[in-house]
């Protein structure tokens, strides 16, 4: 358990400062610098940008500097908003983007498990096939599909919602539902299976003989042990929230991270595109972490499972 | 107890059975009208007639035209081609890095296997899709540069599945029979191994069809994918969402398209894994 522990720690910092030399020496590979663009600047103006933002170091020494502000959280400049650094538009934009995405996770969850469970327990009933059905299509629907239909159906045509800008309650609306159908069908499906496979276990016809009511035999000992797959997939659902953020604060005019990750790679800004990569990776890790180490608390086979290069 | 094991067994594989039907009427429906369409419509892709722009469905143009009269169908068709063609390419690409890898992290075991699933444990851990947009906004957007790029994602599933696959088969009595024969390791992956590992293997690769299909468009939406005059699917919905109120066809009909064969190759998927697992 404890060796499971520490492999993973020492992991995910690897994986860390993989991801941090992997993005300092791309940023660094591009050919002429971040500010060859289609207009030639003047010499004199270049070398001022290049000492501005301190380009003109060897390589190993801007490595050694970066590293220092990464580990001190500073993630440098924007080349794009002047007088801007990247904390600044993180301090902004990230509470807007972690609304939409905890509210996502939520409905996703809250919807999900309890439609999962149903599915499970009445299997080849008409409410399983509608399950079905509805999961299906729920992963058909790319977010950038999905979203836009719904602004067209329920704003534009309907007029029910507002179609855009961050206000109130109704303005959350449609983006969250948007960004929640496809985390619900993963969940419901991963629910779903889960449930359907402890269900012939013997402990449960033990607690069936015991005479508890099948309620609780359901919600004290299936569920239990159901759900640790669903909370060991936290992780991949919060990077597929994360993705659907990105279209769905462009779609919806939301003055999130993602609208600016995203607008930031039409303006090219490469100070913002690394800073805010580098956060989310940040982010996912850590969050992949907690949740494994989670995972092993609640339930020792898991560390155990996973222990030779992952047994799944 | 038994019976009622078997009739549920029945259950799924009529399920199956269906998923596989409709799946596969969706993929070929596709796949045929991304071959064969182009070649019957009068209309380029490209070529820009700006006294039709923005015409509403009819029957000179079946699905619209765009901003610039271009005809929605033959772009959209051509959008497949273009679309389906990267990412059987790169599902193929992944083939073949994963195949290998695994093939011999799960044949030699030991320190090469502790090696090798130590590197894919690190690369699971790097978040693909943040750095697939960063190295695409580094490389320059475009086509080499997104096949590159899908290339490089899926792999890492296939490695460990064939891993896993390989360290139970090589204890397997038939593979000790071929060693006994005198067959390398070469000959006994190519005649003995990898047949039995094939159904589970084209099930993982039918998932990832649709989650590179997925990608892709996403890709182009942001605009880091094909260039323009030439477009893929998520372009076009990317364009269908500029021009939403006043020409909702431009978004309707790409969208549905993505969306229908998204949908058949994922109950292709799900089809063949129901019909494998009763096996």
Redesign the interface.
């Known amino acids: 358990m404890f060796m499971y522990l520490a492999r993973r720690l020492g ?2 910092l ?2 860390l400062w ?2 941090a030399t ?2 300092f020496l ?2 660094h ?2 050919p002429g610098g971040p500010f060859t663009g289609e207009k030639r600047l003047p010499e004199a103006i270049l070398k001022n940008l290049e000492d501005r933002y301190r380009l003109g170091a060897p390589l190993w020494q801007r490595y050694r500097a970066f590293l220092g502000n990464l580990v001190r959280f500073d993630l440098g400049p924007s080349y794009r908003y002047l007088g801007k650094d990247v904390n600044q538009i993180l301090a902004e934009a990230f509470p807007v983007s972690a609304t939409l995405g905890v509210l996502a996770l939520a409905l996703a969850f809250g919807l999900g498990i309890p439609l999962g469970i149903q599915g499970a327990v009445r ?2 009933s008409f409410f399983d096939q509608l399950i079905v059905i509805f999961t ?2 729920g ?4 977010t ?2 999905l979203a ?2 719904l ?2 159906l329920f704003a ?1 045509k309907l007029g029910w919602l507002p179609p855009a800008l961050w206000g109130g309650p109704a303005h959350l609306l449609l983006p969250v539902v948007s960004l929640a159908v496809l985390p619900t069908t993963l969940v419901a499906r991963l629910v779903r299976g889960s449930v359907a496979e402890v269900l012939p276990a013997e402990y449960l016809t033990l607690a069936r003989a015991k005479g508890l009511a099948e309620g609780v035999v359901l919600n004290r000992h299936a569920l239990p042990n159901a759900l640790i797959p669903v909370l060991a997939y936290l992780g991949p659902l919060a ?1 597929g929230v ?2 659907g953020s ?2 769905i604060e462009r ?1 919806f005019a939301l003055p999130g991270l993602g609208e600016h990750f ?1 607008a930031s ?2 303006n ?1 800004d ?1 100070g913002l ?2 800073g805010v ?1 580098l956060f ?2 940040t982010l ?2 850590g969050l ?1 972490l907690l949740v494994d180490l989670l995972c092993a608390c609640l339930h020792p086979r898991f560390a155990l499972l996973h222990r ?5 | 107890m038994k019976r009622q094991a078997g009739s ?1 067994c029945g ?1 799924s594989r009529r399920r199956g059975n269906l998923h596989l039907l409709l799946g596969s009427l969706l993929v070929v429906g596709v796949v045929i009208l991304a071959l064969v369409g182009p070649l019957l419509s009068p209309y380029s892709p490209r070529e820009q007639v700006l006294a039709r722009s923005n015409r509403p469905p009819d029957g000179e143009h079946w699905f619209g035209t765009d901003s610039l009269g271009r005809d929605l169908f033959t772009r959209t068709l051509y959008g497949a081609r273009i679309s389906l063609g990267i990412v059987l390419a790169v599902v193929l690409l992944n083939l073949c890095i994963g195949l290998p890898y695994g093939a011999l ?1 799960g044949w030699y075991g030991g320190l090469v ?2 090696l090798l ?2 590197v ?3 690369l699971y ?3 693909s ?3 697939i ?3 695409l ?2 490389l320059g957007p475009g086509l080499t540069g997104v096949f590159i790029t899908l290339g490089l994602v899926y792999w890492l599933d296939l490695a ?1 599945q064939v ?2 696959q390989v360290l139970v088969l090589k204890e397997a009595d038939f593979v000790l029979a071929a060693r006994a024969l005198g067959l390398g390791p070469w000959q006994i992956f190519w005649q003995e191994l990898l047949p039995n590992m094939l159904p589970p293997l084209a099930v993982t690769l039918l998932f990832h069809i ?1 989650q590179a299909i ?1 990608l892709e ?2 890709l182009s ?4 994918g094909v260039q323009a005059p030439w477009a893929s699917w ?1 372009a076009l ?2 364009e ?2 500029a021009n ?2 006043s020409a ?1 066809w431009q ?1 309707f009909f790409p ?1 549905a398209l ?3 064969t ?2 058949g190759f ?2 292709l998927g ?1 089809g063949l894994q129901q019909l494998t697992r009763d096996d």
Do not use: C
Not at chain 2, 221 to 224: K, T
């Open positions: 992991v995910s690897l994986v993989l991801i992997i993005t791309l940023m590979s591009l299997q080849g299906a299509l992963m058909s629907l790319p950038f599909v836009p239909l602004l067209y534009l990077a994360l993705t990105f279209v779609v995203v790679i039409y090219r490469y595109i690394m990569t989310y990776s996912l890790v992949n030779r290069g992952g047994g799944y | 549920g259950r992290a296997d502790l699933m130590g894919l444990d690190v851990g790097v978040p899709l943040l750095y947009i960063f190295f906004v580094i460990r891993r896993n649709p997925f468009a996403f939406y942001l605009g880091l998520g919905v990317a269908g969402v939403m109120r909702p978004l969208a993505i969306s229908l998204i949908l994922n109950l799900e």
